[in-house]
């Protein structure tokens, strides 16, 4: 099934990492068992314990630029993240269809930016395993901003640093709240994504049109 964007009015294209074009089954994986069990054994705590600590912690702060900072983890819980995402980086992949979709744009002459929650080193390393960052046009990071996408300040700091026409801009991300905040901005094309992570299930539809995967998108065919 093809989703049918009015490509001909669409001019940059802004594009999550973690969920998006990349499966979420890594981040989720290293955070609800990775870092529990390595909490556990660190702190000399029952797995269940840890776990539950660790999911408390991260809720305290989810949305904030804490939650996506590997530094402050590593201070918070006591443990190198860094380290400890090499240890699975075998999980990092790219979603179905992610390359064939990019190479689109790109044959479209769209401007395609990365625009990501994640932290640097975070970043760094999908980048070195999945060999991505030839496909954009520019990569920016929320730490470098010192803002996270889900806040209304974040928008116009990366038009600044990365300008757009909110206009003729399609942004596509698997966080409802991130696309509320761009919409808030009046960005007028936004895509969800139901699976961001492949070991689950897909996602309620929620108020924004929405893909399993890129292939919904292919070819790039303007509107009728």
Partial sequence: MTLTLPWSDIRTVLLDMDGTLLDLRFDNYFWMELVPQRYATRHGLPLATARTEVIKRTRAVEGTLDWYCLDYWSRELALDIVTLKREIEHLIAVHPHVLEFLDALR????????VTNAHQDSLALKMEKTRLAGHFDAIVCAHDLGLVKEQAAFWP?????????PATTLLVDDNLDILRSAQAHGIAHLL???????????KPRGEFPAIHDFAELLPLAPAQ
């Fill in 192 to 202: 969800s994504v139901l699976r961001p992570d492949s070991a689950q299930p897909p």
């Fill in 157 to 165: 700091c990366l038009a600044l640093l990365e300008p757009f026409e």
């Fill in 107 to 114: 044959a479209a002459g769209k401007r395609v930016v990365l």
